[in-house]
């Protein structure tokens, strides 16, 4: 059974940071990407980050491009976010996810940890 859960959420002052942790267990993770998603109040669920298990290949939404920094750590199954200036906007429940790198696809999701960012 995967189990995917997250920590590191909290409020934070704009311009601060904070670094997010996913801790994975019930999959062999190499053949499997790992990415970071984000529902701000009232909006949809969108894309922040992914990592490619395997290789460590990683891509960024735009908007978080130059601020995040997604890695993972294979001796503790456990993928992490770095968010450096943040935003006001950076604002939401944040989700980690088990899936496809390539495809988009994530099939197993954590139960989410709230980032809230005071101007």
């Known amino acids: 059974q995967v189990q995917l859960v997250e920590s590191g959420g909290g409020l934070v002052q704009a311009g601060g940071s904070l670094r997010l942790s996913c801790a994975a267990s019930?999959?062999?993770?190499?053949?499997?990407?790992m990415g970071w998603f984000r529902q701000p109040p009232g909006k949809e669920r969108e894309f922040v980050a992914a990592?490619?298990?395997?290789?460590?290949?990683?891509h960024y939404a735009d908007s978080v491009k130059g601020r995040f920094t997604i890695s993972r750590d294979s001796a503790k199954n456990t993928v992490y976010l770095l968010m450096n200036s943040l935003k006001p906007e950076d604002t939401a429940v944040y989700y980690c996810?088990?899936?496809?790198?390539?495809?988009?696809?994530?099939?197993?999701w954590g139960q989410g940890t709230q980032v809230t960012v005071s101007s």
């Open positions: 990592v490619k298990w395997s290789g460590g290949n990683t």
């Open positions: 019930g999959r062999t993770l190499s053949s499997y990407g």
């Open positions: 996810a088990l899936g496809s790198y390539y495809s988009g696809k994530y099939d197993y």
